[in-house]
């Protein structure tokens, strides 16, 4: 069973940045993956996406301030948040595009001054 681990949420002011990592337990990267977020009360949505040949797209409401990336020789997912708004607070997962491995616990990020 592949487990995936999401890290390097926290705390951080409107503005700030942080750079999360999703590490996989299996060979993620030959799958189009993706970051997804659920804020409390709101469905879980469609972050950024990265296809297996290092295509991107984002939702509207990150585009030009996250960066979804991720490196072949350590397996790792990444995302790179820039210009953090409240609004991005949530819980942020990764997982194939279409979510067919099972969740991890997610990373928390909180936007608040």
């Known amino acids: 069973q592949v487990q995936l681990v999401e890290s390097g949420g926290g705390l951080v002011q409107p503005g700030g940045s942080l750079r999360l990592s999703c590490a996989a337990s299996?060979?993620?990267?030959?799958?189009?993956m993706a970051w997804y977020r659920q804020a409390p009360g709101k469905q879980r949505e469609l972050v950024a996406r990265i296809t297996h040949r290092g295509s991107t797209n984002y939702a509207d409401s990150v585009k030009g301030r996250f960066t979804i990336s991720s490196d072949r020789t350590s397996n790792t997912l990444f995302l790179q948040m820039s210009n953090l708004k409240p609004e991005d607070t949530a819980v942020y997962y990764c997982?194939?595009?279409?979510?067919?491995?099972?969740w991890g616990q997610g990373t928390q990020v909180t936007v608040s001054s």
């Open positions: 997982n194939t595009n279409n979510g067919i491995y099972p």
């Open positions: 299996a060979n993620i990267l030959i799958y189009n």
